[in-house]
């Protein structure tokens, strides 16, 4: 780390995964094949709902969404990640570093607020079915989207501007992109109310919608468990598996990365979380709903029966 004050610093250094120089060949084949695999497999998921019109309803019009988010959400770091594999540590500019840390809190966050949405769908969808179509109209959906896309934007913007007009005393970021926490470690002076900045963003980003989340399946449950039959029970329960899946992966990952506190923080735990919930999780979104999902996996059938003509 380069001491003193450096608030004239024009660029960091991404240390990336320096520890592990030895692995860095395997690590880079198997990033760029989960990249392209997520890829390919939210590619396939977005084309085939908008292609098939059985699947025009807001559950899947959310999972387009979601779909796309993990395209984006990912591609904002792998290509780096990849680069600082290839060359070692890797040279960025405060402005590419403050661009990066701003589109990967909007995406995150945009994802945490729409599976939020989705959980709604769900508890409107379970609990008033008679009303589903009417409460959960066009405008409704693209509210909801759009709402999770302004969330994204104020959190990147406020985190972004803060960070990035604060003095630094180093220039070296121990990780393989422009996280918070090691570019937090990096400011001069006492960055106590930095840490508060990040743990009040975070359980407005991730504690909010998680709690909406459990209230709907609290809600959801509850409901399930008076239906008179099991065949309705299990017919309700799957609709809402692969969601409750996708759910406790990404908040699970997310929230033990940016709720807990900083004694706890170490740099070979933490780039383990940032791949966990940035890299994999994007490619198993749409394998747990391709998988668990029957008219999915119907609508698949068909367009491969198609082209197969």
């Known amino acids: 780390m380069i001491l003193g004050n450096l608030s004239g610093v024009s660029e960091f250094r991404l240390l990336g995964f320096s520890e592990t120089s030895h692995l860095h060949p395997l690590l880079f084949v198997v990033l760029l094949s ?14 085939i709902i908008n292609s098939d019109h059985t699947l025009h309803t807001p559950m899947y019009f959310f999972l387009t969404q979601l779909s796309c988010l993990d395209i984006c959400y990912l591609s904002v770091i792998i290509p780096t990640i990849l680069e600082n594999l290839m060359v070692g540590a890797v040279s960025i500019s405060k402005t590419r570093c403050a661009m990066q840390m701003f589109f990967f809190l909007f995406f995150g966050v945009a994802e945490c607020f ?13 609990c008033h079915p008679l009303h589903y179509n ?24 406020v985190h972004t501007l803060i960070t990035f007009s604060s003095p630094w005393c180093g220039s070296a970021i121990d990780h393989f992109f422009c996280e ?33 989340i459990i209230y709907s399946y609290v809600r959801i449950i509850s409901t399930i468990l008076w239906m008179p039959s099991a065949e309705s029970q299990q017919k309700a329960f799957s609709t809402c598996s692969s969601h409750l899946l996708v759910v406790t992966l990404f908040y699970g ?53 198609k082209i197969n003509l």
């Open 34 to 47: 989960l990249y392209i695999l997520t890829l390919m497999a939210n590619t396939v998921i977005a084309f």
């Open 114 to 126: 729409l599976l939020a949405a989705m959980s709604l769908d769900r508890y409107i969808a379970i």
């Open 134 to 157: 009417i409460i959960m109209n066009s405008r409704v959906c693209r509210s909801l989207v759009a709402g999770s896309y302004f969330c994204g934007t104020a959190v990147g913007l």
């Open 180 to 212: 918070i926490q090691p570019l937090l470690d990096l400011l001069c002076g006492n960055t106590f109310p930095r840490e508060i900045q990040v743990i009040v963003v975070a359980v407005f980003a991730i504690l909010s919608p998680f709690l909406l």
């Open 253 to 305: 990952t997310a929230g033990s990365m940016y709720l807990r506190p900083k004694y706890s923080y170490c740099a070979s735990v933490d780039k383990f979380l940032s791949l966990s919930y940035s890299v994999v999780t994007p490619l198993l979104n749409p394998v747990i709903y391709s998988f668990r999902n029957e008219e999915v996996k119907r609508a698949l059938r068909k367009k491969w029966r």
